[in-house]
């Protein structure tokens, strides 16, 4: 016997991002800031004064990416159930990608979904994580393989938290940017080329740009069985040297800086790309002072690392790879031999 459940979801999600000066934020609600204490020793003085909520909490998680696990998310929740949130309390992400991205996936733990917002204080959560909706931590395994879709009700992206940022975390941004425009539009590629984001009208320009094309994407593939995958460019190679460095060498941007060069000498191999419009691309990302190479310890064992990604199915792997520069083409099954002979390029010939 089979009995058939239809449920009719007409609604088109949709949600605010606002580029400009964060506004008075107003909530009638019980509501809990997850940030952590870089963030907060900067900037949540600041938050605070901008908030009126029926019931405000702050709860701090530990700074940086090892950290981002279901340990530190059963925290998170914890202190929610401490509080007596509810189901129609509401979370505020208040920092950088890693802390968006839990904050995220807490909201759709918590008596299975409650409303969160986004306020990015990164470049990189500013014009790539806060927007889309990925939620999720690391594991053992590998990078975000345990998480959930959960679209934030808004994202408020205000520059001015980005005057704090070392230029480490700056640069790291830029990597995500660099990726937009090389995977959809040279013209925006070349504003890149020319322009300085050290003038906050061009940086201005450049995350209304970026967030601008993740938005077309994410309206076309919410779930990334599509296009969504195109911007994952670089972050094959680069979920495999953050988890075989523990994530405790590369910033996130950085790995993708490193895994564009990758992803690129693919596309030479394959005659998808020019030599010279891959030079291009890493000029720009060496020009913002972004490592481009890194040495590969065992080529066979990096390359066994590509199947845990969650852009691999069975024994297939899925590389998404520069089609010139502005466009992009998705892969799959290239040769093995190829691949190792790209990987060579990057081996660590020290020992």
């Excluded at 009638?28 to 020793?41: S, Y």
């Excluded at 696990?69 to 925290?75: P, R």
């Excluded at 502005?326 to 790209?342: F, L, N, W």
């Amino acid at each position: 016997m089979i009995v058939p459940i239809e449920i009719v979801n007409p609604h088109t999600i949709s949600y605010p991002i606002n580029i400009d000066t964060l506004p008075n934020l107003t909530f009638d609600t019980k509501v809990a800031i997850i940030t952590n204490p870089t963030v907060a020793g900067y900037h949540l003085e600041r938050l605070l004064g901008l908030i009126d909520a029926k019931e405000l909490h702050v709860i701090t998680v530990p700074d940086g990416e090892e950290y981002k696990n279901l340990d530190t998310v059963e925290d998170i929740l914890n202190q929610l159930f401490e509080y007596k949130l509810d189901r129609k309390s509401l979370l505020i992400a208040f920092g950088g990608g890693v802390i968006g991205d839990m904050t995220g996936f807490a909201a759709s733990l918590y008596q299975r979904g409650i409303d969160f917002v986004q306020i990015p204080t990164t470049l990189l959560s500013q014009v790539d994580a806060s927007v889309g909706g990925k939620t999720g931590v690391n594991n053992s395994y590998g990078k975000n393989l345990i998480g959930a879709f959960y679209q934030p009700k808004a994202v408020y992206i205000d520059t001015a938290f980005l005057v704090t940022l070392p230029a480490r975390e700056f640069a790291a941004g830029v990597a995500e940017i660099i990726k937009m425009a090389v995977m959809f539009d040279k013209e925006y590629f070349e504003f890149l080329e020319e322009g300085d984001l050290k003038i906050e009208s061009t940086l201005k320009e450049a995350i209304k740009r970026c967030v601008t094309l993740k938005a077309k994407v994410v309206n076309e593939d919410e779930k990334e069985t599509g296009i969504r995958a195109v911007l994952n460019y670089g972050h094959t190679f680069a979920h495999v040297i953050e988890n075989e460095t523990r994530y405790k060498i590369y910033l996130h941007g950085e790995a993708v800086a490193i895994g564009i060069v990758m992803a690129n000498s693919l596309a030479v191999e394959l005659e998808l790309m020019r030599p010279q419009e891959a030079s291009r691309v890493k000029n720009l990302l060496e020009r913002f002072g972004l490592p481009t190479a890194y040495p590969i310890q065992d080529i066979d064992d990096f390359y066994e690392h590509f199947f845990l990604d969650k852009k691999s199915a069975g024994n297939s792997i899925k590389f998404i790879l520069p089609h010139g520069i502005g466009h992009y083409k998705i892969v799959k099954d290239i040769d093995e031999a190829i691949v190792k002979k790209v990987l060579m390029q990057f081996k660590d010939h020290s020992k």
